[in-house]
């Protein structure tokens, strides 16, 4: 029998390249080697204690049904409330929308906004899964370039020269994954300029805006202008600050009538989050907040020995990290040498996991060719011990 034939959509669909990198490192793994894995963005701490009681209670309570599409009261009150105090900006629970994760907030948020054919603006390097999602709104990514030299920075003369009579909307991510680069409140301020020129929509991905480092400050976009908030989405939620990655808690917020429009979506394609995730997710929002700190410090300590470690290596630049738990470290001058025939960031990545077992992710899943993802989201012996088999590859 022939195989079903795919929808138009589903053929262009590209897999997540961080999830197939971590799923090999897996299977190799099981054979008995010694695997170093540091392909998935992923806490290694545990989810903090009251958290996990908050959700040991929501089940012994029965809070085990449906809830509201966009998510239970407590926790959109809650999500508005911590919004509003770190942000400055007043945010009612009705402009929040609770969904699995925030890839399934991003996920929403295109297929509310974007039309067929509509150009999404999205600087390069990027996180694998934007794209990807764009498409399957129906829109078209147009993937632009930034630079080392400009520590990956989307510069606002380049975004002006991008836009087109079909732009719709930008996309931004700081702190930001793969690069860790973490923008200024002044470059913000002058990207935020352009899109108001340009009637832009911005989605502000700000998943990592608690993990910075050396004192920085994260702004959140629609805080820069006056009126910015009624074209900005910004995009969050629970897994990278309080370490639930599998808890699968994210949200938008929004204006009150997109946020109706996502939660009405939401309705027909999931029902609602899990209840068990909202209920510990209330209790992270207005729990202790000591657990950001102490694995914020842990970060900014990795992050250091990572980057010392890796600007040691020749052949090796790496931007300033300010935040979030990646090194995206440029490796053209080894490319350059052609050794083994190894030509391209994706050979170099599968080189290094079968001859030292270790698993980063290619620049290219990133729209970045010549550079290479690592996370520093795991134990300092194994960073060490990473990094000295990442050492002996490139210098071998």
């Known amino acids: 029998m022939a195989p079903l034939p795919l929808a138009r959509r589903m ?17 190799l793994a099981a054979t008995g080697i010694d695997v170093i894995d540091l392909s998935v963005g992923e806490p290694d701490f545990p989810t903090p ?15 085990t049904k449906y809830t509201p599409a966009a998510g239970i009261p407590e926790l959109r009150k809650a999500v508005a409330a911590d919004y509003s105090r770190r942000s400055g900006l007043e945010v009612t629970p009705a402009q929040v929308v609770v969904s699995n994760g925030a890839k399934h907030a991003l996920h ?29 709104a129906g829109g078209r990514p147009v993937l632009l370039p930034t630079e080392l030299g400009d520590d990956f920075k989307l510069r606002p003369e380049a975004l002006r020269q991008a836009l087109t009579p079909a732009t719709r909307m930008l996309l931004l991510c700081s702190p930001s994954n793969p690069t860790g ?15 108001i020129e340009a009637d832009l929509t911005v989605v502000a991905d700000e998943i990592y805006d608690q993990l910075i480092y050396d004192g920085r400050q994260a702004v959140s976009f629609p805080t820069l202008r006056p009126g910015l908030e009624q074209r900005t989405v910004v995009v969050a939620g629970v897994s990278k600050t309080y370490s639930m990655t599998g808890w699968r808690i994210g949200w938008t917020i929004c204006t009150e009538p997109l946020a109706k429009a996502i939660g009405n979506l939401q309705s027909q394609e999931t029902s609602n989050p899990c209840s068990i995730s909202q209920h510990a997710a209330v209790a ?56 083994d025939g190894i030509t391209s960031s994706a050979a170099w990545c599968e080189a290094l996991l079968e001859k030292e077992h270790v698993a980063l992710v ?12 690592m996370s520093f989201a795991a134990s300092s ?15 071998a």
């Open 11 to 27: 053929q262009a669909l590209e897999p997540s390249a961080t999830l197939a990198m971590a799923a090999r490192a897996s299977a």
């Open 49 to 63: 204690e009251h958290i996990c009681r908050a959700a040991e209670t929501a089940i012994r309570s029965g809070r």
């Open 108 to 136: 929403n948020v295109f297929t509310a906004l974007v039309n067929e054919g509509d150009e999404v603006i999205v600087p390069t390097p990027y996180w694998v899964s934007y794209a990807e999602l764009i498409k399957l």
């Open 181 to 195: 680069v973490v923008y200024s409140a002044a470059e913000l301020r002058a990207l935020a300029d352009v899109a």
């Open 284 to 339: 992270a929002l207005n729990g202790p907040q000591e657990c950001i700190a102490e694995m914020c410090q842990a970060f900014q300590q990795r992050r250091d020995f990572v980057a010392a470690r890796l600007q040691s290596i020749p052949g090796i630049r790496i931007p300033d990290i300010g935040g979030a738990f990646y090194a995206f470290f440029n490796i053209r001058p080894l490319l350059a040498k052609g050794r």
């Open 362 to 373: 290619a620049g290219s899943a990133f729209g970045a060719e010549g550079n290479v993802r």
């Open 381 to 395: 012996e194994k960073l060490e011990r990473g990094l000295d088999r990442i050492a002996r590859f490139a210098q």
